[in-house]
């Protein structure tokens, strides 16, 4: 079953703008996530989808195949379904394009997952809380699962709600990383699928799925990787590869 990567990857982002040719390290953003990506066994394909020729020209230059889309795209899922309407695939990962720590293993981990998954057309990524102040940053993804592995809710808020919150070390808390594998077919007709109330309440795709009445898979890994939102997250990008390094 042929497993096709997509990064979508935008240069006008809101809250920092071009970030993903942001300079971590000597290489831009972008490059650091199709470097990790393109670590995957599990991958046969890999593209950046993008709307910028400056995108484009930058990733190029790398040696990243690349998909241009419409600058009408209003989210990363809409860019990876235009990058993929006419390619030939069982299953699209959308790997977002400000994750510059993401790992070959997380990507081959939720190709497999979903490969083996009957009941729900759509894998994502989990991993443990550890530190207790992430709980209160809303753009740290919080998701509570069933005993499947199915997810229940995302939210940016703290879920669940702990009346004992001096207990934090003994409730396991999850948040959500920026990547999906979905099966192609599905992927098609979700731009079908009406946007949902939570989704617009909490601006978060993923809702329009449960919403919906479809199930998440979740996986989980003890993989650290930081998504890239702010001035912020990129310095502490680049502390945390400076001490890797060492």
């Known amino acids: 079953m042929k497993a096709i990567g997509v990064i979508p990857a ?13 300079d971590i ?13 393109n670590r995957s066994k599990y991958l046969d ?13 930058v990733c190029e230059g790398f040696g990243a195949k ?9 989210s990363g899922s809409d860019r990876v379904i235009e990058a993929v309407k006419d390619l030939n695939a069982a299953h699209v990962l959308n790997i977002q394009g400000d994750e510059p720590l993401i790992d070959g ?37 919080k998701v509570v699962i069933d005993r499947k592995g199915y997810a229940l809710y995302f939210s940016r808020s703290t879920i669940p709600f702990n009346r004992e919150a001096a207990k934090f070390s003994t409730l396991t808390y999850y948040k959500h990383l920026g990547i999906y594998a979905y099966q192609k077919s599905f992927l098609m007709s979700f731009k079908k699928l009406p946007r949902s109330i939570l989704e617009e309440t909490e601006k978060l795709e993923q809702l329009r799925v449960l919403e919906a009445g479809y199930k998440i898979k979740t996986t989980l890994t003890d993989k650290e990787t930081l ?20």
Not at 45 to 57: G, H, Q
Not at 229 to 239: G, M, N, S, Y
Request: proline share 5%; with cysteine; glycine share 4%.
């Open 105 to 141: 293993s997380i990507i081959d981990g939720l190709i497999g997952a979903l490969r083996k998954e009957k009941e729900a057309p759509v894998a994502t990524v989990i991993k443990p809380i550890v530190k207790e102040e992430d709980l209160d940053n809303p753009n740290i993804v």
């Open 10 to 22: 935008r240069y006008g982002s809101t809250r920092l703008k071009a970030k993903v040719l942001a």
């Open 25 to 37: 390290l000597g290489k831009p953003l972008i490059q650091h996530v199709w470097e990790g990506a």
């Open 66 to 74: 690349v998909v241009m889309t419409s600058p009408e795209c209003q």
């Open 45 to 57: 394909d890999l593209y950046v989808a993008t709307d910028d020729e400056r995108v484009k020209a």
């Open 227 to 246: 998504s890239v939102d702010t001035a912020e997250d990129l310095d502490k990008v680049k502390a945390f590869l400076r001490k890797v390094r060492k």
